[in-house]
């Protein structure tokens, strides 16, 4: 089975920090680009953090800059996003995509071209 699945979410409050994580199943993990994704009612997707195949490079959202960090292990297949610092509006769904073409690097509008997991959601309170 191809999976993509994201774990981790919940409702939290402000100021605390939370880690999601991301199991990739049935298809080849290491060479790949990856991403995190988000989007709240009424909003647009969004772009949160990337990391390419080499993990050399990592892009954020000047949103999370500086408080989100994106991490992989290849020997496990996992991808994940550390979130500290969690404000109101970082509440959305979350998710955890796996781009579609082997050894790029990290881009948003590549990656969101590729797999995408069935999300899990955040909530934080003030």
């Known amino acids: 089975q191809v999976q993509v699945v994201e774990s981790g979410g919940g409702s939290v409050q402000a100021g605390v920090s939370l880690r999601l994580s991301c199991k990739i199943s049935?298809?080849?993990?290491?060479?790949?680009?990856m991403g995190w994704f988000r989007q709240a009612p009424g909003k647009e997707r969004e772009g949160v953090a990337c990391?390419?195949?080499?993990?050399?490079?990592?892009i954020y959202s000047p949103s999370v800059e500086g408080r989100f960090t994106i991490s992989r292990d290849n020997a496990q297949n996992m991808l994940y996003l550390d979130m500290n610092s969690l404000k109101p509006e970082d509440t959305a769904m979350y998710y955890c995509?796996?781009?579609?073409?082997?050894?790029?690097?990290?881009?948003?509008?590549?990656?969101?071209?590729?797999?995408w997991g069935q999300g899990t959601h955040v909530t934080v309170s003030s």
């Open positions: 995509v796996r781009d579609r073409v082997r050894h790029r690097g990290a881009a948003f509008e590549r990656i969101k071209e590729g797999y």
């Open positions: 049935g298809m080849q993990f290491d060479i790949y680009a």
């Open positions: 990391i390419s195949w080499t993990e050399k490079t990592t």
